[in-house]
């Protein structure tokens, strides 16, 4: 088990309100800089446009810092999963997260066991693992039962909890039920606040270990389900809102938070 860095930790300083926003080489330097011993490149969409040359590049960067890549993209079309498995062999990545649902694409469980038998196997061949991401638009239960019927170790899925809540599963019936099955974790912390005059709630991130993630006995529902397991990375991510005080407060911010979680995670072992 290793713990990494994912875009998402690096949501507005790599955003079009970022005056410079950051690189992909830049956010590699920065998590190997942060202690991190793996990076997660997730939902970025111009690493669709690299050459093969800009991989290699990319890849030798990741090498030079001694950083293990992951790859994680949406959808679960054959033809998109296999363009980012050939992504994957260029970096040398052996797990992509991808989700079930895209804009214009929300495969029922039949179709998605139609479609992933389709792609996995490829993968399996390349050995490389795709993982299936808990969120509010499937039901875990639903997800569970897509990779049980694909029936690949190849396939399995990425915990992360925090998702659910806005489905009203509760996190630890999250973390219960896909234990088995689970090949990467996204750490997150979440928590409920009242807004103004107390007229609703704000769900959204904090600190590590400051919000409703119980991070032990994550961790402990997974060692004991899958003990024999020790390929299964912890990958930092935030929900950081928006901050009133502008750009620079909102990247310290976000800067602190990646350090206190990855900090956090290597004092766990």
């Keep these: 088990m290793a713990y990494g860095i994912s875009t998402y930790a690096y949501f507005w300083r790599v955003s079009s309100r970022a005056p410079e926003p950051m690189s992909l080489p830049d956010m590699l330097r920065d998590t190997a800089e942060l202690g ?31 950083l293990t890549l992951e790859l994680g993209t949406r959808g679960i079309r054959p033809d998109h999963l296999l363009t980012y498995l050939d992504t994957a062999g260029e ?6 997260r991808s989700m079930l649902n895209t804009a214009d694409h929300r495969p029922g469980t039949a179709e998605a066991v139609t479609l992933l038998k389709e792609a996995v196997p490829r993968y399996a061949a390349a050995g490389v693992t795709l993982g299936l991401e808990t969120y509010e638009q499937v039901a875990t239960d639903d997800l569970v039962s897509v990779v049980r019927a694909v029936d690949d170790p190849h396939l399995g899925i990425v915990l992360d909890p925090g998702n659910s809540v806005a489905r009203l599963e509760r996190p630890a019936d999250v973390v219960a039920a896909t234990a088995p099955y689970t090949v990467n974790i996204h750490v997150k912390d979440f928590a409920f606040t009242r807004r103004d005059g107390w007229v609703g709630f704000t769900y959204a991130g904090c600190p590590l270990g400051e919000g409703l993630l119980d991070y032990d006995a994550m961790i402990a529902a997974v060692g004991a389900a899958r003990p024999g397991d020790r390929g ?38």
């Design 36 to 66: 991190g011993e793996v990076f997660q490149i997730c939902d970025y969409a111009p690493i669709e446009s690299y050459d093969r040359a800009g991989l290699a590049d990319l890849r030798a960067t990741a090498d030079d810092l001694g």
């Design 91 to 96: 970096l040398g990545v052996t797990l992509v």
């Design 232 to 269: 299964i990375n912890q990958i930092v991510e935030h929900w950081l809102p928006w901050q009133d005080e502008g750009y620079d407060a909102t990247a310290r911010l976000e800067h602190q938070w990646t350090q206190h979680s990855i900090n956090t995670l290597l004092r766990s072992e």
